[in-house]
């Protein structure tokens, strides 16, 4: 076994603290990686606080980790020692089921393994995140990163990137399409980024004007200040496509009314209460209402490839993983620009 750094919550109340674990050796078809740099995604703080329920102490969070491939096992066939390599939101699922066959391994139908708070294929093993100095993962579970990208900016590519380039690729976001954003947070900076990329000519709704400037230097073409519902009632039947990253209770109608025909509005933003649907608002111009999570590992690719080639990637803090907890609560408070990500040689 791998004696292995990192940091851990005991419990949903406890501050995150040093620890030690051990890692299992690499198999024939695992790598070993040392791990850089990890983003602080809103979820880790949900686990380690453990709202979301089920949550397994000790906790090491993390799952925008980018590192160096220190080892290889003798089977490893796309990685060599040296390479530069990414880990998301899962590190292996069952490899059989029609999800996992087409690439959708993130909605696995038998067993995802979540790259923490979650379990090995044997269903008992906990798994441990990237707030950590290396970690083991099968090659097929791993991502290539283009040296071309910014290590620390790359990290939140492996979970708030995939969850917004999934849903613009799979509702074909496209050259000359109006497509909205709705709120400018980790998940929104990126969206904007990425449908300003795809040739999309892009629209940022928040509450705050105040992030305007922000919006626009992002790639934004209009901003609209969401507070006051003329501003939104103005837009009606205009745009092919919404992706919705709120995680807030919020009017979801004003939003849907904004579609053309056939627009689809995407939720990625997981509020804690429901939120009202008035049939209208579908029915209307017969839009579609759908959700999105994560990606599979061909997409996550896909994705960091075309940030490579776009010349894209996330706007970060860097901050010593000794700052943890303050960057918790100044996430939980939307005092961010737009992602943490903690420098692993300071554990
Ligand atoms: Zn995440
Ligand atoms: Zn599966």
């Known amino acids: 076994m791998l004696p292995t750094r990192g940091y851990v919550a005991k419990g949903p109340a406890s501050k995150l603290e040093p620890f030690t674990f051990e890692r299992r050796e690499p198999g024939p078809h695992d790598v070993l990686i040392d791990i850089l740099y990890c983003g602080i995604c809103h979820s880790d703080i949900h686990q380690a606080r453990d709202e979301w329920g089920g949550a397994i102490f000790p906790m090491v969070p993390g799952h925008e980790i980018v590192g160096r491939v220190a080892r290889v096992g003798s089977r490893v066939k796309r990685f060599k020692i040296g390479a530069l390599a990414g880990v998301g939101c899962f590190v292996d699922s069952c490899r059989r089921c029609a999800s996992c066959k087409q690439g959708l391994e993130q909605h696995c139908e038998e067993h995802l393994v979540l790259t923490y708070n979650g379990t090995e294929k044997d269903k008992k093993t ?55 954003v709705v709120g400018l947070g980790g998940l929104g900076h990126m969206a904007i980024k990425l449908a300003a990329a795809m040739d999309a000519e892009v629209t940022v709704f928040s509450t705050a004007k105040a992030k305007e400037q922000d919006a626009r230097r992002l790639g934004a073409h209009a901003f609209v ?74 997409e996550t690719q896909e994705m960091l490839d075309f940030c490579a080639k776009k010349n894209i990637a996330s706007d970060v803090e860097v901050i010593p993983i000794q700052q943890v907890d303050a960057a918790y609560d100044r996430t939980v408070n939307g005092d961010v620009r737009y992602r943490f990500v903690i420098d692993m040689k300071t554990l």
């Open 126 to 180: 906990p798994t441990y995140g990237g707030y950590s100095s290396q970690i083991v993962v099968d090659e097929k579970y791993t991502l290539k990163i283009s040296p071309k990208l910014s290590l620390p900016n790359a990290a939140p590519l492996l979970c708030a990137g995939i969850t917004t380039y999934s849903p613009l690729r799979r509702f074909h976001v496209g050259r000359g399409q109006r497509v909205g």
């Open 225 to 298: 200040v969401s507070k006051d519902p003329k501003n939104l009632e103005a837009l009606a039947n205009r745009f092919d496509f919404i992706l919705d990253t709120v995680s807030a209770p919020h009017d979801l109608n004003a939003y849907l009314n904004l579609l053309r025909r056939d627009g689809a509005l995407a939720l990625v933003g997981a509020s804690p209460e429901p939120l009202a649907v008035e049939p209208f608002s579908l029915i209307h111009q017969r839009r579609t209402l759908s959700g999105s999570l994560i990606g599979g590992i061909r």
